[in-house]
């Protein structure tokens, strides 16, 4: 079974700037893919980044890094420049290659961006 | 309409109520799924259907009883509630393969009375 640990329930950032949001997982599978989400108050789910096991160069999306380390097994999220709008809870999530389309998320990280 | 889309927003029931909840995704995709989220818990799967064809049944009462008429339309039906079940109900739905993302819906807010 897979499982996914975020230790950071909230945190505070000021506006513009970097935040990281800490990720890490347990697994014995070889072949998976990390993700994270964003969840505004409004409720749905937004998806922010992929990160493959054998993808040898972090992944990057915008003002959004997964700051992957494999032997460490941790999968953090880098939010640069941060925005009002950040303000949201995110969740990191693994689904192993043979779980078919089943994904494991974590308790989440409630993120305040301050003005 | 684009993306996920789920119906009703918020709902309010009680205990010997049957409600339905629907969601429908116009991104082509052939998964759909049903999530629990409660307060101060971890997203919880309830049910995943493959092109049509139940594949997870995540251990839900029978209570929750899910219905996949099509790739598009995914029903969840609600009977004999509890207190406890009151949670924000999110449908997803994806293509297949490892690197794909789960897209959501906004979500059904209920609250069993």
């Known amino acids: 079974a897979q499982k996914i640990t975020q230790t950071q329930p909230g945190m505070f950032v000021q506006e513009k700037e970097a935040v990281t949001l800490d990720c890490t997982y347990d697994t014995s599978d070889q072949s998976y893919g990390l993700f994270w989400y964003k969840q505004p108050s409004s409720g749905e789910m937004i998806f922010l980044i992929y990160q493959g096991s054998y993808d040898e160069q972090n992944a990057t999306e915008g003002r959004y890094s997964l700051n992957f380390q494999k032997a460490r097994k941790s999968a953090n999220l880098v939010i640069s420049a941060s925005q009002l709008g950040d303000s949201a809870m995110y969740f990191c999530a693994m689904k192993p290659y043979n779980a078919g389309n089943m994904l494991t998320f974590g308790g989440g990280t409630r993120l305040m961006v301050k003005p | 309409e684009t993306g996920v889309t789920q119906t009703p927003r918020h709902l309010v029931m009680g205990m010997t109520n049957k409600k339905s909840l629907k969601c429908e995704q116009h991104?082509?995709?052939?998964?759909m799924y049903w999530y629990k989220q409660s307060a101060k818990k971890p997203l919880e799967l309830m049910f995943v259907?493959?092109?049509?064809?139940?594949?997870e049944n995540n251990s839900v009462p029978s209570r929750f009883s899910p219905e996949c008429p099509n790739s598009s339309h995914l029903f969840l039906h609600l009977h004999t509630l509890q207190p406890e079940d009151s949670a924000l109900y999110l449908c997803?739905?994806?293509?297949?393969?490892?690197?794909?993302?789960?897209?959501f819906g906004p979500g059904t807010r209920l609250t069993v009375t």
């Open positions: 259907y493959n092109f049509k064809e139940q594949t």
């Open positions: 997803a739905s994806s293509g297949t393969g490892l690197a794909v993302e789960q897209y």
């Open positions: 991104l082509g995709h052939n998964a």
